[in-house]
């Protein structure tokens, strides 16, 4: 949310422009719950999921990055194969996060693991925990933003997750909804 909706906004306005946005961050569970409810109009998630009674674009696939303290040996090897995360204990978000279920998809592909005893409820967390040297992390790009004592290490053949926008079948607003897809493209090509 944090690093999506301030460059999404003006687009989403312009091709909008009599529509109110009322943002809401949730965990992909309650969001789920919020589509199918009505609750909330369209979301935008990680995918795959299950859809059961919703629609869903993909919009784009993003990668991952290693976030590491910079005097780690893994922010010394720019771009990292995959396997430079082999035998590594990473820091990962709680329970309910997408991010930390596809973290775990990573760490398997990658003959990694979790940190025992240690759960962050963000990615800002995250962030400050490697960058004062606690552990490494993954971030997905759209979050990696450089920082003192913080490395951002790009995967030479990125793992990625892929982002779409999710809506209840048969909403009465999808042409809104098809143009709030076309905004967070245009927003994400001039990112």
């Not at 949310?1 to 003006?10: D, E, K």
């Not at 590594?88 to 990694?112: P, T």
């Amino acid at each position: 949310g944090p690093y999506l909706w301030p460059s999404a906004l003006r687009p989403l306005a312009d091709l909008l422009p009599r529509m109110r946005f009322l943002l809401r961050e949730e965990q992909t569970r309650v969001l789920l719950e919020s589509l199918r409810s009505g609750a909330v109009d369209a979301g935008v998630l990680a995918l795959p999921l299950d859809t059961t009674g919703l629609e869903s674009v993909e919009l784009w696939d993003e990668p991952f990055v290693i976030a590491a303290p910079a005097d780690h040996p893994v922010a010394k090897t720019s771009p990292a194969e995959l396997d430079a995360l082999n035998g590594a204990e990473l820091l990962l978000l709680e329970e309910g996060h997408c991010l930390r279920d596809q973290a775990l998809d990573v760490c398997a592909m990658a003959g990694a693991s979790e940190r025992d005893g240690f759960r962050a409820t963000s990615l800002e967390s995250l962030r400050e925990m490697v960058r004062f040297g606690i552990g490494i992390t993954l971030l997905p790009e759209s979050a990696a933003r450089p920082e003192e004592g913080l490395a951002l290490v790009p995967f030479r053949d990125p793992p990625k997750r892929k982002v779409g926008l999710v809506w209840r079948r048969g909403h009465a607003r999808e042409v809104a909804i098809d143009k709030v897809a076309k905004a967070l493209l245009k927003s994400r090509a001039s990112a």
